[in-house]
């Protein structure tokens, strides 16, 4: 089992996208004619984020926008080497942690709105700062 894919529901469909495409790394591609505005994006030749425009008419129970925080697993030092450089060239703000008993480092960046993204990798002697 993997994970498939998140979705977010978003105010800001273009900024969200940019920040996926421009500083994640993520692509567009393909997305099935569903009648509302949004955009697949992929990493791998898979579409892992669906992002939905939130200015659609409301569903009672639902609340918009929505997602706690998605996480991606980064590789190696280099890729995540790579990411903190995009971070800090988009003037995106980061913090890092030390994930107890695991070696693993996270990193988080507050996305607006309201959606937090997670990088994990398990690469060792990576750099952790906050920008």
């Known amino acids: 089992m993997h994970l498939d894919h998140a979705t977010s529901v978003t105010s800001d469909l273009d900024a969200t996208r940019q920040f996926f495409v421009d500083v994640v790394g993520l692509t567009e591609g393909a997305r099935p004619p569903f009648g509302v505005g949004g955009h697949w994006l992929y990493a791998g030749g898979r579409p892992v ?4 425009d939130s200015n ?4 009672p129970g639902r609340a918009s926008p929505r997602i706690d925080h998605i996480a991606f697993r980064l ?3 280099d890729e995540w080497q790579a990411l903190l450089a995009r971070l800090e060239a988009a003037g995106v703000a980061y913090r890092t942690a030390d994930v107890p ?5 996270q990193l ?7 959606v937090v993204m997670e990088f994990v990798t398990a690469a060792r002697n ?3 700062a906050s920008f």
């Open 49 to 52: 984020i669906h992002l939905v």
């Open 108 to 114: 988080f960046v507050a996305l607006a709105p309201a």
């Open 101 to 105: 008993l695991s070696g693993e480092v």
């Open 75 to 77: 590789d190696g030092g």
């Open 56 to 59: 659609l008419p409301h569903h």
């Open 126 to 128: 990576v750099r952790r």
